[in-house]
């Protein structure tokens, strides 16, 4: 039978038992944004440790990352991130050109001032810049190195895993996370430059610097990620890196001319 007392009176609408929408700066706990981020570091430290002695990818350096960097950025897009998440929105590449000049000026002051001096000038040197002619130091400033390290790095690291894990992770956690992976993402170029240019003799002594170029990576990261929050977008990190990784191996060729 009916109920007399709700004669007349319109009918409730049925209310849906949904989850609950997640609170801006609240950490996701949906089960996919977990698998993502944690997919994501397991990725890129196997990718550059693993994928980067193959020769293959030695010789297509920059369009293998460049592909890479595509993939991550679409794998990031369909699992829910937005351009502003990844550090790609347009509102904010002015600010992040402002910090990142800034930041990058030092760096290469430094660099030069290194070169220019006698007394540091040994500190550049580094065999994997000495054997390279005019053209290879060319093609490594201004492709392989912008290209296939910078743009991918960053991509990978200040735009998809720092999205990613902050969407599951507090700020501090996300960080320390990113940073390790960065660090460890560094152990095989770091061992292999280490043999290159004879600094470490015996297996202890290749640990001990494979583990604090590792440290030092991290920690370049950290503050790499620090520009990120700061500017909102990839424009700072891009730039500071950029200028770090660039700026090395000409000092490093200026260096070994002024010595001769």
């Not at 089960?31 to 293959?56: E, H, K, M, S």
């Amino acid at each position: 039978m009916s109920n007399p007392h709700l004669i007349g009176q319109p009918r409730q609408p049925r209310r849906h038992l949904a989850a609950p929408l997640r609170r801006p700066g609240q950490p996701s706990r949906r089960p996919a944004d977990i698998a993502f981020a944690a997919g994501a570091c397991l990725i890129l430290t196997a990718y550059n440790n693993l994928a980067g002695v193959q020769p293959w990818h030695r010789r297509w350096y920059p369009a293998v990352n460049a592909l890479a960097a595509t993939a991550a950025l679409a794998a990031a897009t369909a699992s829910g991130l937005t351009p502003a998440d990844l550090g790609l929105g347009r509102d904010r590449l002015a600010s992040g050109l402002r910090l990142g000049s800034a930041a990058a000026a030092p760096v290469v002051a430094a660099y030069a001032l290194a070169a220019l001096t006698p007394a540091t000038r040994p500190l550049l040197d580094d065999q994997r810049i000495a054997v390279l002619n005019r053209g290879q130091l060319t093609y490594h400033v201004l492709l392989r190195i912008p290209v296939g390290t910078v743009a991918w790095e960053e991509t990978a690291f200040r735009g998809v895993l720092h999205a990613a894990l902050r969407r599951v992770l507090a700020e501090p956690g996300a960080t320390a996370v990113a940073s390790v992976t960065f660090g460890l993402w560094h152990v095989r170029p770091a061992a292999e430059a280490l043999a290159l240019n004879r600094l470490a003799a015996g297996r202890g002594h290749r640990i001990a610097g494979v583990t604090a170029v590792a440290a030092g990576t991290a920690a370049a990261g950290a503050l790499l990620s620090v520009l990120r929050d700061r500017s909102g977008g990839l424009a700072a990190p891009v730039l500071l890196h950029l200028a770090a990784n660039c700026a090395g191996p000409l000092a490093s060729k200026l260096a070994r001319a002024l010595n001769h």
